[in-house]
T-cell receptor
Framework: AQKVTQAQTEISVVEKEDVTLDCVYE???????LFWYKQPPSGELVFLIR??????QNEISGRYSWNFQKSTSSFNFTITASQVVDSAVYFC???????????FGAGTILRVKS | GAGVSQSPRYKVAKRGQDVALRCDPI?????LFWYQQALGQGPEFLTY????????KSGLPSDRFFAERPEGSVSTLKIQRTQQEDSAVYLC??????????????FGPGTRLTVL
């Protein structure tokens, strides 16, 4: 069975602080995909990044960076110099190589205060 | 271009009523998904279509839930004899191709169903 755990229910930071959102996953597959989605108050899930299980290179996109470590089954997400507009619920998700369905974690609520 | 649209955005039903939720995927997208998101939780998979074929319905919680996509585009999720535990946001997503799970899913705004 596949499972995603986001242990942080809610995080509050002050603008310009760095923040890391944790994601731990469980799967018996050797090939799988990991995703991060953002859900702003409007409710629509917005895709942020996808990673396949064979690519452990960390990735940076502007203020966002992702740290994928197969050894610890973790796929953590860091926002550098957070902004109020980053306030949202962030979901980590896992899918098998085929079948397409996403297994989501419970989400982490990020509140960035000015 | 237009994204995934869902209607209605909000639906209030009395317990025991039937409801129908509509999803218009991005034009040309092969794959279509339905998820259920309870308050404070992550979305949970309900069912998956590749064109008009329903390839996975393992997430449908009971036989009161039924989904269709007869012409491979618009999809309808129907819930019969609604119960209070059906209250949730129902999210639809589409993806440009089928097969491998590599493809990003594009989500609609959801339909918030409240069963009284």
């Amino acid at each position: 069975a596949q499972k995603v755990t986001q242990a942080q229910t809610e995080i509050s930071v002050v603008e310009k602080e760095d923040v890391t959102l944790d994601c731990v996953y469980e799967t018996r597959d050797t090939t799988y995909y990991l995703f991060w989605y953002k859900q702003p108050p409007s409710g629509e899930l917005v895709f942020l990044i996808r990673r396949n299980s064979f690519d452990e290179q960390n990735e940076i996109s502007g203020r966002y960076s992702w740290n994928f470590q197969k050894s610890t089954s973790s796929f953590n997400f860091t926002i550098t110099a957070s902004q109020v507009v980053d306030s949202a619920v962030y979901f980590c998700a896992l899918s098998r190589e085929y079948g397409n369905k996403l297994v989501f974690g419970a989400g982490t609520i990020l509140r960035v205060k000015s | 271009g237009a994204g995934v649209s869902q209607s209605p955005r909000y639906k209030v039903a009395k317990r025991g009523q039937d409801v129908a939720l509509r999803c218009d995927p991005i034009s040309g997208h092969v794959s279509l998904f339905w998820y259920q998101q309870a308050l404070g939780q992550g979305p949970e998979f309900l069912t998956y279509f590749q064109n008009e074929a329903q390839l996975d319905k393992s997430g449908l919680p009971s036989d009161r839930f039924f989904a269709e996509r007869p012409e491979g585009s618009v999809s309808t999720l129907k819930i019969q004899r609604t119960q209070q535990e059906d209250s949730a946001v129902y999210l639809c997503a589409s993806s440009p191709a089928g097969g491998r799970s590599y493809n990003e899913q594009f989500f609609g705004p959801g339909t918030r169903l409240t069963v009284l």
